[in-house]
């Protein structure tokens, strides 16, 4: 696995006692190991041993099941997604079920709210949105949130289009889980479930709404969209 960290700025004093945001591409990582890592990141942040991190990977074609989904929005029998190499998880995140696999950027922020005087889960979220959309301004592309969902839209889009989805966990203050966006996902891959339990919403992406804009997609998407996420989350934390 290649490990890739990109420093973000030190807000001051000693290495670990004010908030910094270190940033990692991990590669493509199986679900399970990557709860398994963010997990043992939880822990070194709630110790205070490492400062806050943004994980970025991709996961192999999975689903997941956070604590508001419900039975119906998975669209196959469970043995089917096991026929189809998808690996199926129930986690401990906000929010109902959602797909992971092959072009999408999955990113976990493990951030201690409390040193960051930002004690509110509801402005973490309004925080990944806001970051989600500004990366997709530095793309030209166009983000919004929608009143009563959670996760980044396209703008006036009829029936609506969404482009990130987001579902954290708090153990202790200190986040994790958190979004996955969209970078060159195929449409077909969300066909299993109903995604995030939205009727009526459709997926895109990042490649489909460029096309969209007759623009082409450069061969070096997925890096451009990491940098912007980077730089998004790095502006907006407090």
Known sequence: MHR?????????????????LEVAWLGTVPYGE???????????????????RLLLLE?????????????????????ELAERGIELHDVARGGDVTYHGPGQLVGYPILDLAARGARDVTAHLRRIE???????????????RVDGWTGVFVPGAEPPRKIASIGVGLRGWVTYHGFALNVDT?????????PCGLHGVSMTSVAAESRALGRAVPDDL?????????????ALLP
């Open 4 to 20: 890739h960290p990109v420093r973000g700025r030190s807000l001051g004093g000693d290495r670990y006692s004010r908030p910094m």
């Open 130 to 144: 806001q970051a989600l959309i500004d990366a997709l301004a530095g793309l030209g592309l166009g983000g919004e």
């Open 222 to 234: 997925g890096l451009r969209v990491r940098r912007q996420v980077a730089q998004g989350f790095e």
């Open 59 to 79: 996961h192999p074609p999975t689903v997941t099941r956070g604590r508001s989904a419900q039975p119906g929005h998975l669209r196959v029998p469970v043995a």
């Open 34 to 52: 990557a709860l398994d890592l963010q997990k043992a990141a939880v822990e070194d942040r709630r110790a205070g041993r490492t400062p806050d």
């Open 186 to 194: 195929a449409a077909e891959d969300w066909d299993v479930i109903v």
